[in-house]
């Protein structure tokens, strides 16, 4: 690109740029401007946290729109989160002040005279979730032409969040669809700061288009200050060991908040009931030091008000403000001069530890994170529930990351068919009616669904027809059936991850959150870290009232964890056989890493996949993935257990299983590898009952049980890892 990319911008930007005292435009900003001004192709942002992403990506788009004013929306964002909307709708504003490019923000929670506004004007930047964008195309289709019809530019935001996910499917079928309902041709931006795997990205983003995608990588390393320590819960069998349990809890607990309380910090939990207890048992403490109560909650289940609540205390409020939160902050909301970063518990993915961890680090200072690693400890347990896996994980992953710049590749679905039931019924909803080549062709042409044959597809068609999913009408065309319209009518529709129907708790007239398991009236529970008691439960309206308790505390939400990749097991089971001591290793962690290592070289626990574990029971640790552990545990259940005689197999995901039976561990292993090899030689449905067809996504089920079926088996069974990841121990 010729000259200095700051004299091509708008005006306007030039003078954001002085106001905010810049002295030069960061390497991702130049690098955009060359893409986005001299070249017609799309353009995939992958740096970290705090690195101008945003800037790099509307700079030069909205130069674009100040020079040519659209006739219609001129860029549309699409980010995961409402809360993350609602921070770029704010930066977004501040950037277009004298810009006269009008922004507007698009979510369940944006007013009604605010989205009318925008369709009587279209113009600008629209900034929408992919639930609220789901809305617009089915139930305004006759709008998306004059919404759209002169549309420059799509930026994805958080790429990695969508891709691999069924949402990303869902975003990359909108916008073909939008591309073809108002004849467009937007060029695409996809930003992220945890990608590693930037060709399989980069052809995700530029799916159904004619341009390649330019990737934008600085490399720019920066200082990191991590620490690890671990606390042990000891099992509480006695009086005298509920009592050491008790102190070992507080402990832990004054430890959170002695590292936080004066502190702009963020504790990171892998729970929402986490982030409640964890919320709860600090504000108990500072009651009882007579302290002041600067503890909040952010997640899902909590009132936008209240969300907002804590954003600003975090971003700008006068002193110190602590948040126990989930992934709602993972994401790249920017909370200012954060300066405590606290996971607890270890993640279950480098993806999100380098999310968390670029939650710190802004302005130019070290990227920090303490992690806190609290596990039962029982010298009486069996062998593998001995082993401190939650810090395994945790140094797992922060030795993949740091030290190999390792981040989890993405996987691709290839037969969606829950999607595809979804994109077929709101095609179909959005063209009232239509012939079956025809809505084939609207749907088949997606780019989501090249891996779906027609012949599928015609069966697919007529089973939704037997179940009145959709009807034929007398003159031939296809409509949505009435069983259909139950579905197809309800707000949820729009959302293509699985939610929970939920209660909304109020205190009086304000709104506090919501819950899915809905406690009798009397009863207690946390939520926005504090306590309540139920008073009324009103199920027609789907509401919950209550007040101020100081009892017991209850869970509410069942947390199912997150899937771990086989490399960062594989990183665990090296981080036992190593003997270095990381540097970043607290005297505790130390402590508990040396103990485990010395119990797995007198065990042989690392010597073989399957070891004894007394009597007639076994212990499998095939040190592989999620995905890999769940294909081990069918082909145990479904092949194996009768003809082995397998009276009980219990998992413990992923790390090991306890398996008691009629056979000793080497003839165990032995037959293991050999189905193996039979099943990957028949194939993956070989693990599979004929009738049977597990789901994999929210509308699995309204899809022919034989296409749900090798859905299943192509996607959530994986025969080829889990025969690498066991023959890689010998």
């Known amino acids: 690109m010729s000259g200095n990319p700051f004299t091509r911008l708008a005006p306007f930007i030039q003078e954001y740029i002085y106001r905010k005292q810049w002295d030069t435009l960061r390497e991702a900003q130049v690098e955009a401007c060359r893409v986005l001004f001299d070249t017609p192709n799309h353009l995939l942002i992958a740096s970290g946290t705090a690195s101008g992403k ?32 609602n921070d770029q709708f704010e930066r977004i504003r501040e950037l277009l002040r004298e810009g006269e490019v009008p922004v507007w923000h698009w979510h369940g ?9 925008l ?39 958080e790429v990695h969040a969508f891709m691999g996910a069924d949402r990303g499917i869902q975003v990359l079928s909108q916008l073909t669809r939008i591309e073809r309902m108002a004849s467009c041709a937007p060029r695409r931006i996809g930003l992220s700061a945890t990608l590693s795997d930037y060709e399989t990205a980069a052809g995700w983003l530029a799916s159904g288009t004619r341009y390649p995608v330019e990737v934008v990588s600085p490399q720019g390393g920066r200082k990191l200050r991590i620490s690890v320590e671990h606390f042990s819960f000891p099992d509480a069998r006695d009086e005298k060991q509920a009592e050491q349990l008790e102190n070992a809890r507080k402990a832990y607990y004054n430890f959170v908040y002695d590292t936080t309380h004066q502190k702009k910090a963020l504790v990171f939990t892998n729970s929402r009931s986490d982030a409640e207890l964890t919320t709860l048992e600090l504000r108990r403490i500072a009651a009882r030091r007579q302290e002041p109560d600067v503890f909040h909650v952010h997640h899902g289940s909590i009132s936008a008000m209240l969300r907002e609540e804590t954003e600003a205390a975090l971003r700008s409020g006068p002193g110190p403000a602590v948040a126990a939160a989930t992934l709602t902050l993972e994401l ?25 961890l670029g939650r710190s680090g802004r302005r130019g200072q070290a990227s920090e994170m303490l992690f806190l690693c609290p596990e039962e400890e029982d010298e009486e347990a069996q062998l593998p529930a001995r082993m401190p896996w939650m810090l395994l994980r945790a140094i797992a ?25 979804h994109q077929t019924m709101s095609i179909l909803k959005s063209m009232g009616e239509a012939g079956p080549a025809d809505l084939a062709r609207a749907v088949l042409t997606l780019p989501a669904f090249r891996g779906i044959s027609p012949e599928e597809y015609r069966i697919f068609l007529n089973y939704l027809l037997q179940t009145d999913h959709i009807q034929r009408t007398d003159e031939g065309p296809l409509i949505i059936g009435l069983t259909g319209e139950k579905i197809v009518n309800n707000f949820r529709f729009y959302a293509v991850f699985k939610d929970d129907e939920e209660h909304v708790v109020y205190n009086g007239s304000e709104e506090i959150g919501s819950i899915t398991t809905v406690p009798p009236p009397g009863y207690c529970f946390s ?14 309206h789907k509401a919950l009232y209550v007040k101020s308790a100081k009892g017991k505390v209850d869970t509410l939400w069942l947390g199912a964890g997150g899937d771990v990749h086989t490399r960062v097991v594989r990183k665990m089971r090296e981080v036992l056989e ?27 626990l690392l010597k073989s996949a399957v070891i004894p574990a007394g009597g007639d ?8 993935g999620s995905k890999q552990f769940r294909t081990l545990e069918r082909l145990l259940k479904h092949n194996l257990a009768g003809r082995l005689s397998l009276r009980s197999i219990v998992p413990m995901e992923p790390y090991y299983m306890v398996v008691a039976g009629k056979t000793d561990a080497a003839m165990l292993l032995d037959e293991i590898m050999r189905e193996l090899g039979e099943c990957e030689a028949a194939g993956p449905e070989s693990l599979l009952d004929p009738k049977e067809a597990p789901y994999i996504g929210k509308y699995d089920e309204f899809v022919e049980p034989e296409l749900v079926r090798t859905a299943f088996a192509t996607d959530g069974l994986d025969l080829e890892g889990l025969s690498e990841a066991l023959r890689e121990q010998g």
């Open 54 to 85: 945003t800037e790099a990506a509307f700079f030069p788009a909205l130069t674009e729109l100040y020079e040519r004013p659209s006739s219609s929306v001129g860029i549309l964002y699409i980010g995961p989160l409402k809360a993350l909307i």
């Open 109 to 117: 929670d944006v007013s009604q005279a605010e989205k009318t506004k």
């Open 119 to 157: 369709m009587r004007n279209p113009s600008g930047v629209l900034q929408i979730t992919p639930e609220s964008l789901e809305g617009l195309l089915m139930n305004r289709p006759n709008s998306i032409p004059a919404l759209f019809q002169d549309l420059r530019v799509v930026i994805v935001d």
């Open 332 to 356: 790249g909301i920017d909370l200012g001069e954060l300066e405590r970063v606290v996971q607890l518990g270890a993640p279950y993915s480098c993806s999100s530890f380098v999310q968390r």
């Open 397 to 421: 992953v922060i030795e993949l990351y740091v030290r190999e710049k390792w981040v989890e590749p993405l996987t691709l679905r290839r037969k969606p068919v829950g999607l595809l039931y």
């Open 527 to 540: 939520l926005a870290g504090k306590l309540w008691k139920v008073e009324e439960v009103d199920a027609k």
């Open 578 to 604: 190593d003997s270095a001591i990381y540097p970043y290793l607290a005297p505790g962690a130390v402590n508990r890493l040396e103990r485990a290592r010395r119990l797995a070289r007198e065990s042989g």
């Open 617 to 624: 029971s076994m212990f499998i640790l095939p040190w592989a």
